[in-house]
Antibody, heavy 120, light 110 residues
Framework: QVQLVESGGGLVKPGGSLRLSCVAS????????MTWIRQAPGKGLEWISY????????YSADSVKGRFTISRDNAKNSLFLQLNSLRAEDTAVYYC?????????????WGQGTLVTVSS | QSALTQPPSVSGSPGQSVTISCTGTSSDIGSYDRVSWYQQPPGTAPKLMIY???NRPSGVPDRFSGSKSGNTASLTISGLQAEDEADYYCSALTSSLTVVFGGGTKLAVL
């Protein structure tokens, strides 16, 4: 069955960097757009960024543009999110999710999430 | 892009029906029929319940239904069950090809 497993979260100081990974299995990873979505503690969901199947199309939320970079390695069935210049307000659980169909805005499978805590 | 507007909480008794609204703009909900709904019990990842305004993925009970009128989408849960207690989020594709979520609605089954 479809599995998405995130890793790479942890405690980082303001201004620091972190790289999140998401390993996919149970489906043909290269056929699907992939997305990162985050959820601050006790708050709602916030869409971060998505990447097309080949990686040529990327869209990101204004809140992370210039700081976060999404990428993928189809040979390794992996999705990444590079987080730079981290701020306290970036503290959240970060989920990777598979998009049902390209530009559908619908996510039919989610990982369990990885927690990023930004604090001095 | 501003979040979609949902009521913070709704409640109902077992067997009753509840409806959760999700209000956006002509740049998101009003632009496309690409509205989705997710269920998130505490401590778990969101689960897709409705996509394309009114379509149910395989395995989602037909007690869950979705609709849209203008810039407002709705999720209706009929025959409420205790297991339906969770947070519910709507989302919509925007005209900028980004995605916006609602603030979430906590459903209490009394």
């Amino acid at each position: 069955q479809v599995q998405l497993v995130e890793s790479g979260g942890g405690l980082v100081k303001p201004g620091g960097s972190l790289r999140l990974s998401c390993v996919a299995s149970g489906f043909t990873f290269s056929d699907y757009y992939m997305t990162w979505i985050r959820q601050a503690p006790g708050k709602g969901l916030e869409w971060i960024s998505y990447i097309s199947t080949g990686g040529s199309n990327i869209y990101s939320a204004d809140s992370v543009k210039g700081r976060f970079t999404i990428s993928r390695d189809n040979a390794k069935n992996s999705l990444f999110l590079q987080l730079n210049s981290l701020r306290a307000e970036d503290t959240a659980v970060y989920y990777c999710a598979r998009e049902l169909r390209r530009t559908s805005g619908t996510y039919d499978n989610w990982g369990q999430g990885t927690l990023v805590t930004v604090s001095s | 892009q501003s979040a979609l507007t949902q009521p913070p909480s709704v409640s109902g008794s077992p067997g009753q029906s509840v409806t959760i609204s999700c209000t956006g703009t002509s740049s998101d909900i009003g632009s496309y029929d690409r509205v989705s709904w997710y269920q998130q019990p505490p401590g778990t990842a969101p689960k897709l319940m409705i996509y394309g305004v009114s379509n149910r993925p395989s395995g989602v009970p037909d007690r869950f239904s979705g609709s849209k009128s203008g810039n407002t989408a709705s999720l209706t849960i009929s025959g409420l069950q205790a297991e339906d207690e969770a947070d519910y989020y709507c989302s919509a594709l925007t005209s900028s090809l980004t995605v916006v979520f609602g603030g979430g609605t906590k459903l209490a089954v009394l």
